[in-house]
Every structure is written in structure tokens, then in C-alpha cells.
């Protein structure tokens, strides 16, 4: 018989847990979960006001957790701690976002691994381990490709009057907002990372401009150049990705990977659906 599984994906803002029952599956949501902010006691009260009472009286044998910041050791164990504590009894594995998109992209197989979210990040798997990381140095000195890079490049477009009439028509309706208030959360308020992704949105719903394809190419060229383009596997292998970016310009991943002669795999909107496959 199928033990009781619970899978999650956390990022900062938002976690997504899937209960797994005799192949039935359930999805819950609660709030992100940073092991830089939260420390254990604090997760471990997080975990019992907003999972606990989803899952009911559901005895969880395994936790499979993926997580933002769970690449560093004591943040890990951090995070085990308070699920063990919460789940006294259940085998516990917690790992890394990056892990969970090459399990969920990849699964048992060899290939290389990208996620294209608010940030980027990228590896070669081989079907087991994740062997190569391109170094991620964040949204300040890099984040080729990620949404908080794009949105840059969209601010950079309007405070510096590149835009074209039409999209500074366009971004004014948009985003009611003025160039001392950006400013102000770029440099002084909290996650500007996030802040940044969001002017994403503005590619999206401005497609076919050429400007807007520009910057969307440029950007995503800028992540095949600077890193895929260091892995020797990439010219054998398949390279797939996850995430808001990669899965809204899927198009784009495609032209480039015609131009690099690189075989696209996999493009999944998150790993969710990878990792149940992964641990069914």
C-alpha cells in the first residue's frame, strides 16, 4: 500500500504543499516560508495555524520538502526541525528550488535544469545529483534572464525616456506612479527583487512592439550567454525550465534555442507537477 506523501514548493511569498493519498491529490497554500527570516520556532507555528488544520487528522508518513534558501545546510535544518516537529514520525527530505526543478524537469534522467522565475538559476543534473551550478550573484549583479531583470530593463526604458510615446502611454495607464516613488522601492523598501519582477507584466500584455521583443530577447540572451553556454553537456542534452518567465515566453526560449542549436525540453509554469510525477 502507497504511504501518505506530502510534497512542497516554497518560495518567500507563497508555498505550495500537495497531499498525496493512494494516488488521490489534494493542494493546499499557505504562506511562503524563508528560513533567512523565519527561524524555527516561527516556522514551526506557521506551519501548525495555516497547514495543520487544511490536512485535518491526516497522518503524513513522508514530506518531501523543496525550498527557497534550503541550499544552505543550517537553513535546511531548520526547516526539518519544525516540520518534524509538527509531523512527529514522518521521514522527512528537505532540499533546494533547484533541486526541485531538476527532479520535476528532468526526473531520473541526465539534462540541464533552469529556473526563470523572479530570479534564475541553472544546472546539470545527471539523474541523481545536481553535478554544475552556474552561480547565481542574485538580482543586483546578476538574474540573467529572471523577471526581476526584465522589469529592470522595462524601468530603465521609461526613466530614461526610451520608451516610444505609444508605450510610455501605454506604462503611464498601466502603473500609476512617478519616478521618485520607483525609485523608493528599488532602493529603499523591502524584497525589491520582487518589485522589479513585477513590471514583467508589461512585456507580457505588450507583445509584438518591437522594443518590448527586445527587451525580452536581450534579457533572455543575456541567461543562454552567460550561462548555458558553459555547460559542455548542453550541446547532448535536452535544456528545460521552469517558472513565470519561462513558461509566458516560451516562444522566445524556442527562437533562442534554434539559434544556439540547443534542444528545448521541458517548460513547465512550476515544478509541482514534475515532482509529483517524480515521487509517485
Known amino acids: 500500500m502507497s504511504s501518505i506523501k506530502l ?6 511569498t507563497k508555498a505550495e504543499w500537495c497531499l498525496v493519498t493512494d494516488g488521490k491529490k489534494k493542494t493546499f497554500f499557505t504562506q511562503g516560508i524563508s528560513p533567512y527570516f523565519l527561524n524555527t520556532e516561527q516556522i514551526s507555528q506557521l506551519l501548525l495555524s495555516e497547514l495543520k488544520p487544511q490536512l485535518k487528522r491526516v497522518e503524513v508518513e513522508e514530506i518531501f520538502y523543496y525550498g527557497t534558501g534550503c541550499a544552505n545546510p543550517d537553513n535546511a535544518t531548520s526547516v526539518k526541525k519544525a516540520l518534524q516537529k509538527v509531523f512527529s514520525g514522518s521521514k522527512t527530505e528537505v532540499t533546494h528550488d533547484l533541486m526541485a526543478a531538476a527532479r520535476a524537469l528532468c526526473g531520473r534522467q541526465r ?33 540573467e534572464g529572471s523577471g ?19 508605450l510610455r502611454g501605454r506604462f503611464d495607464l498601466t502603473y500609476t ?32 512592439h518591437y522594443m518590448i521583443e527586445n527587451i525580452i530577447e536581450d534579457g533572455l540572451n543575456d541567461f543562454f550567454f552567460t550561462h548555458l553556454c558553459k555547460y559542455k553537456e548542453i550541446w547532448s542534452l535536452p ?18 534555442c534554434n539559434s544556439y542549436e540547443f534542444e528545448l525540453g521541458k517548460v513547465l509554469k512550476n515544478p509541482m507537477e514534475g515532482l509529483l510525477e517524480y515521487h509517485g
Do not use: M, W
Open 7 to 12: 510534497i512542497a514548493d516554497s518560495g518567500a
Open 111 to 143: 539534462g540541464i535544469a533552469c529556473i526563470l522565475g523572479t530570479g534564475s538559476n541553472s544546472c546539470y543534473y545527471d539523474g541523481k545529483k545536481i553535478v554544475k551550478n552556474s552561480p547565481g550573484l542574485g538580482y543586483v549583479l546578476g538574474d
Open 148 to 166: 526581476a531583470y526584465l522589469g529592470k530593463k522595462v524601468i530603465q526604458y521609461y526613466l530614461y525616456g526610451t520608451f516610444d510615446e505609444e
Open 177 to 208: 506612479t512617478t519616478a521618485t516613488e520607483i525609485l523608493e522601492n528599488v532602493y529603499k523598501k523591502p524584497l525589491p527583487n520582487r518589485y522589479l519582477a513585477g513590471f514583467t507584466r508589461f512585456l507580457a500584455e505588450n507583445r509584438g
Open 239 to 256: 535544456v528545460n525550465f521552469t517558472g513565470g518567465v519561462a513558461f509566458g515566453f516560451k516562444d522566445v526560449l524556442q527562437h533562442l
